[in-house]
């Protein structure tokens, strides 16, 4: 959920990328925090476990403008892409506004990208949110891949197996290139902050009467 920083005038809005283990959620990050500048990024966290990691930073995104004069912090986090790791994705969804669900495009990996999403779905409704009820955009990952003759899902097959419920946007991608990296970013940024605006809309205005 939302946080207001009275004090810096700020909101700060929670987006967490989500998906299968080595699918590029981090490497989705990293781009970002490279490609910003010092001025409006925050310093990078990155928590290890043995096998995984969850990264975590924030950055005030200038061109998004102010909610009812607030600043918007946008903080991103990934979550450890590891089964044994359920735990601490539930833990880092919490208070979450929206999700970018990053799926590694590889045919190897069609079952793990559907077990992820649906794990997605579940530990939602653990914490009680609504998966479709919440800013969710999808990125189809890796497609870099396929010019090294390793096989890809097309498009239409990963719009069936992930996107053909929750109708939502959906971007190919190379996160090691940086190939609609940012394209994610704004969606979910965009959808996440008109979401928020929304909802922070009656206590804002209200303490302005």
């Not at 079952?111 to 479709?132: T, Y």
């Amino acid at each position: 959920m939302s946080f207001l920083d009275l004090s810096k005038r700020e909101v700060h809005v929670k987006i967490v990328y989500y998906g299968p283990g080595r699918g590029g959620k981090t490497t989705n990050l990293l781009h970002i925090h490279e490609a910003m500048t010092d001025a409006v990024r925050g310093q990078m966290v990155s928590i290890d476990t043995k096998q995984d990691r969850t990264l975590f930073f924030d950055f005030l995104p200038l061109s998004i403008g102010k909610i009812f004069g607030f600043d918007i912090r946008i903080q991103l986090f990934t979550v450890p892409g590891q089964v044994i790791y359920n735990a601490t994705r539930k833990l880092v969804l919490k208070g979450v506004d929206g999700v970018a669900f990053i799926a590694d495009s590889q045919v190897s990996q069609k079952e793990k990208n559907i077990e992820s999403l649906e794990n997605l779905r579940d530990n939602l409704a653990d914490i009680g949110v609504d998966i479709n009820k919440i800013p969710l955009v999808l990125q189809f990952n890796k497609q870099d891949l396929a010019a090294e003759g390793i096989p890809l899902l097309s498009e239409a097959d990963m719009v069936s197996d992930l996107n053909s419920v929750y109708n939502v946007p959906c971007f190919n991608a190379s996160a090691l290139t940086g190939e609609g990296v940012f394209e994610t970013l704004r969606e979910i940024s965009k959808t996440t902050v008109k979401s928020v605006a929304r909802k922070l809309m009656p206590s804002l205005t209200s303490g302005m009467t």
